[in-house]
């Protein structure tokens, strides 16, 4: 993961992004389905945030939402997590070693799923 892409999102002031973070770990015997346990609440908590917000939001997080479920329909994720930023103009995707809390919101950048990651599996190293 490049530090400034992080940086970027966690500095920005737009209202108009899509956060998405995901627990896709191909262990767990859930996700070994078809279709997988995350991709069937990744569109219900989709249905439920369209659902909840006004008439001229929705049609930006449904167009966002298409996009993100295109993206992971043909593609499975390679890692245990996955964090996604989507909005106009702004794509960002940090596929992670492990798994992230399901989490989706719609406004400013909800990094903080992803800065729980970072300091959950930090590096480390034992000398002997």
Excluded: C
């Excluded at 992004?17 to 078809?34: F, G, M, W």
């Excluded at 991709?39 to 001229?56: K, M, N, Q, V």
């Excluded at 996009?67 to 992670?96: C, H, N, S, T, Y």
């Amino acid at each position: 993961m490049r530090s400034f892409d992080l940086r970027d999102l966690l500095g920005s002031p737009r209202e108009d992004i899509l956060s998405v973070a995901l627990d896709v770990d191909p262990r767990k015997p859930e996700h070994q389905t078809t279709p997988p346990a995350w991709r069937i609440w990744l569109r219900d908590a989709f249905r439920d945030l369209a659902g909840s917000l006004p008439d001229e939001r929705r049609a930006a997080v449904e167009e966002q939402t298409r996009e993100i479920l295109r993206f992971v329909e043909q593609d499975r994720p390679k890692g245990r997590g996955l964090a996604m930023f989507a909005g106009p103009d702004l794509w960002r995707v940090f596929v992670l070693p492990g798994p992230l809390r399901n989490h989706v919101a719609f406004g400013r950048p909800d990094v903080l799923p992803l800065l729980w990651a970072m300091d959950e599996y930090e590096p480390y190293a034992i000398l002997r």
